[in-house]
């Protein structure tokens, strides 16, 4: 069972920056591929980005391109995303996931373990 903990969420102005963590508790860590998703209120849980094992492959939302880079520390167990030009429509609760494979998918139900998920607000 892989335990995924978030952190780094929090109340921002639009144009500003936040850096989430995602801290594994698996030592395999580097065998799984990651994502991260949000869910604003009222809506369907969706996907932002995610990065292959090694983290030499990422894949991006539309909607996030540019603004949120991907990366991995497989020797700390944690991926990132750096949240960069924040916009109001950014406003979600964020979730990271591990999906058992090496490389990522871009669909929820493709991925095996979840965080709890941590808060970003941003205001106008």
């Known amino acids: 069972q892989v335990q995924l903990v978030e952190s780094g969420g929090g109340l921002v102005q639009a144009g500003g920056s936040l850096r989430l963590s995602c801290a594994a508790s698996e030592r395999t860590f580097s065998t799984y591929a990651m994502g991260w998703f949000r869910q604003a209120p009222g809506k369907e849980r969706e996907f932002v980005a995610a990065?292959?094992?090694?983290?030499?492959?990422?894949y991006y939302a539309d909607f996030v391109k540019g603004r949120f880079p991907i990366s991995r520390d497989n020797a700390k167990n944690t991926v990132y995303l750096q949240m960069n030009s924040l916009k109001p429509e950014d406003t979600a609760v964020y979730y990271c996931?591990?999906?058992?494979?090496?490389?990522?998918?871009?669909?929820?139900?493709?991925?095996?373990?979840w965080g709890q998920g941590t808060q970003v607000t941003v205001s106008s």
């Open positions: 990065i292959n094992w090694s983290g030499g492959s990422t």
């Open positions: 996931a591990a999906r058992r494979s090496v490389n990522f998918g871009v669909r929820s139900q493709g991925y095996d373990y």
